[in-house]
């Protein structure tokens, strides 16, 4: 039977990350430019890690779960989930509903609070 060995593993892993990476640091160019447009694509890639770290303590593991957590991070800013002017946020990370519904709920709300922002910013 075939192994790999740990350091193999661990070759492997950080090869997938930095390939997501890659590809999120292409999406928030192509769709949140407003929000990421200051930053260098290191700056991107770390934000994305901490990110990612960050939405593991709600059990958002999938690409497409931390994808809507990184994505809310850039609109509400980096420290949204603990951050008093979204309390609705934190609600919607603690809440019993699937990870999958709780990240969708919660990209919906940073994209609603932005909307609202504009509304009133003109």
């Given at each position: 039977m075939f192994e790999m060995s740990a350091a193999h593993v661990s070759a492997f892993q950080q090869m997938v990350s930095s390939i997501f990476e890659e590809r999120i640091i292409r999406h928030l160019r192509e769709n949140l430019h407003r929000?990421?447009?200051m930053f260098s694509d290191d700056e991107l890639r770390l934000r994305i890690r901490v990110c990612v770290q960050a939405g593991r303590r709600y059990n958002l593991s999938t690409e497409r779960q931390s994808t809507c957590?990184?994505?809310t991070s850039f609109i509400l800013g980096p420290d949204f989930e603990r951050d008093p002017d979204f309390p609705e946020a934190r609600q919607i990370l603690q809440c019993d509903d699937t990870a999958d519904e709780r990240a969708s709920a919660l990209l919906d709300?940073?994209?609603?609070?932005?909307?609202?922002s504009e509304a009133i910013n003109g």
């Open positions: 929000y990421t447009e957590f990184i994505d709300y940073a994209i609603e609070v932005a909307q609202d």
